[in-house]
């Protein structure tokens, strides 16, 4: 018998606890972008262009093969989720092992991040989408499911691209770090 095979060894269930041990699990670090309409009219004279929102997510993975579903979480309290509760469409960016800083400007707060980083281009629906990722899925919004203080985002791809071949970039214990030690499946 392990000592994780005794009930005693159970705690109940606290916020720190939970973030804690949270952090072991290392994730793909991924960029999402998304544009939406503004919320309200703009004036004479004012830009009438989509607002662009762009965050770090470690949440996105595959949901279904048929049809095609990816998913990514979202705190209902971020800068970021008053676009993403209007983008009809999103790019979930995979990001290489090399770019830290791109994973450091998308999660930071207060700042205009697409002026932060130059490396994008608008694409379809307006979506954001950066260069030099190792991989690029555009998206539609399919499902928004509240969860918690998040919100759990459905998409479906709707186009891909493959992007440059390397190892990604993993978020393990509050930092960024890479695949080192490739091991058969």
Request: aromatic fraction near 6%.
């Amino acid at each position: 018998m392990t000592t994780l095979d005794r009930p005693a060894d159970l705690l109940p269930v606290d916020p720190d606890l939970f973030r804690s041990l949270l952090r072991r699990q290392a994730s793909t670090v991924t960029v999402v972008t998304a544009a939406a309409r503004r919320p309200e009219p703009t004036g004479p004279g004012r830009d009438v262009g989509p607002v662009r929102a762009g965050f770090t997510a470690t949440s996105f993975t595959s949901v279904s093969l048929t049809p095609p579903l990816v998913s990514f979480c979202l705190g209902v309290t971020s800068s970021s989720w008053p676009v993403l509760d209007r983008a009809e469409h999103v790019a979930v960016h995979l990001l290489g092992a090399e770019q830290t800083e791109v994973a450091r400007i998308f999660a930071t707060s207060g700042i205009d991040r697409f002026a932060a980083h130059r490396a994008w281009a608008p694409g379809p629906f307006g979506v954001p989408l950066l260069d030099g990722v190792l991989a690029r899925l555009l998206c539609r919004v399919v499902h928004r499911v509240p969860a918690g203080d998040h919100v759990l985002v459905i998409a479906e791809p709707l186009a891909l691209g493959p992007g440059l071949d390397g190892d990604p970039l993993v978020h393990h214990r509050g930092g960024y770090t890479t695949a080192q030690t490739r091991v058969p499946a």
